[in-house]
């Protein structure tokens, strides 16, 4: 199966290259070495990289894995510092993430592409001594290259939902094999092991929990400073984060409503994808909502506005830490699969979210149980959600702090995981 797909790979990789041009030139980020992704470095790179020979090569594809990758480098680096590590991802705004959250010592690569002959050139140039891949990247080449040159392989912070699942079950001629390559598979939740011993009974598979709950507040970081656009006097700030398509329009119509009788509410939105700035420009403009974007505007100078378009790149933490309740997007609208709801927990911030995230479905339900969060199973009750919320302080006082002893309650998977890792060296 392997086999077809590297003959049909080439085929297939001519459609993707408009599209990956496309998102390049569009989206902000890290550019400087995308030629890495084609497995082509320069002169100067291949010189530094020589130091990184042997090295535990981590696979992280964008800015949440990112995050969760690099907090683990962190701790695993204080667990063993004799340890080489490169960290590599995909997307543009993930490599500027990672370069700026990796610890000291940690290089940071783009993963190529997975084409034999560039992953090839990325493994003659590393000779990791293990390749450690986050959550879902399971590239048939990239794991069958570490197993054939005897490098061990693990997938941590694994998950598969009910629609991945289905999928994976169909194809199991194809990904049973995979997935047995792997010395380890750590799932997040008992439910994703039996989802993934369905494809691959003979597995590796156990239960770490999820590391995202292992997330901390960096002891450095300040609130971004909102008084350029709001006023010195802001009044309570709505956060509507990492928004997609349609729920901006629906956030948007709401805070217009809600602003008759909440004059002094403000409302910033952070898109999952800053290049769509214009376009919600443009649904504020239609709902008559008096705005300033944030990739445009510093916030030195101007007229104060109701709402800030933050279409920029890693600020969201900050951004925040300003809010008094915050709308995770890609669960609205039409959205199902939901973001991490759990930054906002540990800043203690109160979030409203759909009722259904398909790819955080455990930590929804940890939150749920400990009644620490707000779902919605309609759009129509997220204004009378947010009036609550915001009509009762000591409500979502309550509300952030439940969130924050739910994230407290369930540590512990990052050193579970470093753990076993230690053990395959």
Not at 113 to 128: A, Y
Not at 138 to 150: D, S, T
Request: contains cysteine.
């Amino acid at each position: 199966m392997r086999f077809i797909y590297n003959i049909l790979f080439p085929l297939a990789f001519i459609f993707f290259i408009p599209g990956m041009l496309y998102k390049l030139l569009r989206r902000p980020g890290y550019k400087k070495t995308f030629p890495e992704r084609f497995g082509i470095y320069s002169k100067e790179r291949k010189k530094a990289l020589e130091a990184y020979k042997g090295c535990i090569w981590v696979h992280a594809v964008s800015v949440g894995e990112g995050v969760i990758a690099a907090a683990m480098l962190k701790e695993w680096s204080e667990v063993n510092p004799g340890h080489k590590f490169v960290l590599s991802t995909t997307t543009t705004t993930g490599q500027e993430l990672a370069r700026k959250k990796v610890p000291e010592g940690v290089e940071v690569i783009y993963c190529p592409i997975d084409f034999l002959p560039f992953v090839n050139r990325v493994f003659n140039l590393l000779s990791p001594r293990m390749l450690v891949i986050f959550e879902t990247e399971i590239w048939p080449n990239m794991i069958a290259v570490a197993r054939r040159r005897n490098i061990r392989t693990a997938l941590v912070n694994a998950r598969m939902s009910d629609h991945s699942c289905k999928g994976y079950y169909r194809g199991r001629l194809f990904f049973k094999p995979l997935l047995k390559m792997f010395d380890l598979i750590g799932v997040q939740t008992a439910q994703d092991r039996e989802r993934f011993a369905a494809v691959a009974p003979d597995a590796n598979v156990k239960v770490m929990s999820n590391m995202k709950f292992d997330q901390q507040v960096p002891q450095n970081i300040a609130p971004a400073d909102l008084s350029g656009y709001f006023g010195r006097e802001a009044g309570q700030t709505l956060l509507a984060a990492s928004t997609h398509p349609g729920e901006e329009q629906l956030i948007a119509a709401v805070f217009k409503r809600m602003s008759q009788d909440f004059p002094a509410l403000k409302l910033v939105i952070v898109p999952r994808h800053a290049e769509r700035g214009t376009e919600i420009a443009g649904i504020l403009k239609q709902n008559g909502i008096d705005f300033r974007r944030r990739s445009q505007d510093d916030g030195t100078g101007g007229e104060t506005v109701s709402c800030l378009l933050a279409d920029t790149t890693g600020e969201m933490l900050k951004l925040m830490m300003t809010s008094d309740v915050v709308i995770m997007g890609k669960s609205l609208a039409g959205q199902d699969e939901g973001h991490n709801i759990i930054e906002p927990a540990l800043l203690g911030k109160p979030t409203v979210t759909g009722g259904v995230l398909k790819n955080f479905r455990f930590v929804l339900n940890v939150f749920k149980n400990d009644d620490a969060i707000i779902t919605i199973d309609a759009d129509e009750q997220l204004e009378p959600v947010l009036r609550k919320l915001f009509g009762n302080a000591e409500y979502r006082k309550t509300l952030g702090e439940k969130a924050r002893q739910a994230v407290n309650a369930h540590r512990g998977a990052t050193s579970r995981t470093i753990k076993h890792l230690e053990e395959m060296l």
